[in-house]
């Protein structure tokens, strides 16, 4: 059974860090690209960052360059999104997400998907 696990959300303020992590089980993520998605309230979800399997490519939309960064360690089969200089409108519960296609996910589509973890930025 393919489980993806998100954690590291929590309440932060503005300009605060969180690293969120995001594991897998039952399936092994040095085969597949992995993003980071995320959805506000009352918005579409939208595609965060990727990162491929061979770690040579990844993706930010624009609002998150220079503020996040992305990377995994397949030894642990664990994806990470450390978070630095967090605004309001960063907040959203994000989910990871695999595919074995990175401009798939790119394109914010994934095959596996987790279950997500809110992340609150507020003074």
């Known amino acids: 059974q393919v489980q993806f696990v998100e954690s590291g959300g929590g309440l932060v303020q503005p300009g605060g860090s969180l690293r969120l992590s995001c594991a897998a089980s039952g399936f092994t993520l040095d085969v597949a690209s992995v993003g980071w998605f995320r959805q506000a309230p009352g918005k579409e979800r939208e595609g965060v960052s990727c990162?491929?399997?061979?770690?040579?490519?990844?993706y930010y939309i624009d609002s998150v360059k220079g503020r996040f960064n992305i990377s995994r360690d397949n030894a642990k089969n664990t994806v990470f999104l450390q978070m630095n200089s967090l605004k309001p409108e960063d907040t959203g519960v994000y989910y990871c997400?695999?595919?074995?296609?990175?401009?798939?996910?790119?394109?914010?589509?994934?095959?596996?998907w987790g279950q997500g973890t809110q992340v609150t930025v507020s003074s």
């Open positions: 990162i491929s399997n061979d770690n040579n490519s990844r």
């Open positions: 997400a695999a595919t074995r296609v990175f401009l798939r996910c790119v394109s914010g589509q994934g095959d596996y």
